[in-house]
């Protein structure tokens, strides 16, 4: 190494090394780091009229579903393959670009500060993850939407426990359905699934009329009589304080009534 002056300050070069010295350095095994050294390429999605061009990894990683679809092999000509390009994506049907967009923030993103999914972007995670089996993204979304419950309408929480899956969000929706002050409305009953509907309609009856005169717990008297027709002193369309108890073990023994009632139907459409 050599250190020349040059206008009262120093630049110091490099040592000079042979190409034979190069060739006689010990050569050091490279280890691959996994998880981080990544196999990878990049795939373009079409979601509605949009198409995405991303990485594999996170898809192969989170969903058997892409799994599979990566490993199947190509049909017909060969020259062209599906996902390498604009021209040739790979369609995802019945795909909101909403729901992808929000997958996509979440991978990519999803570990940054100004990052914050809102309730309605954990609801299109919890449906896209649900469809593509994206598991673990879809724990997350349950965990996420069930700390909002209350801010949902009790047949709204309904529909999603029932098209998603999630048996745990019915017996808080059932509650709230059952002790608020509303009537069921016509195109409440229309989001549900019509046994479910009058099995809260039965324990609505049993609930309001165990709270008439001189039998609510809390007092209301005949203010909770009033409460079936959506007129009650506590506010419209508000649940009265109740025994949450009692509401529990009247929608049991409704929601018990109601299954014995689907078996039956059953076994009479099977001639059993």
Known sequence: MSIMPVASSFIVSAPEVSSSEVLR????????????????????????RNTYKIHRYFLVRESPFFRDLFSLPQSGDTTVVEGSDDEHPIILPDTAASEFKSLLRFFYFGMHDDNSPTLKDWITMLSISTRFIFDKVRERAIKEITTHLDQFDPFELI???????????????????????????????LKVPSPIVVMLMRSREQYWKNRGPGKGSSGQGAQGTQGIFGQGAQGQGNPVPANLSSVASIIDSEIRLMDLASRESQRETVGI
């Open 25 to 48: 350095l010990p050569q050091v095994e490279i280890l691959r780091k996994r998880p981080f050294h990544f196999e990878d390429s990049q795939v373009v999605l079409k979601v509605e």
């Open 159 to 189: 529909g999603l426990a029932i098209k998603h899956d999630i048996q745990q969000w019915l017996k808080p929706a059932y509650e709230k359905a059952v002790t608020r002050t509303d009537l069921i409305s016509h195109a409440e009953a």
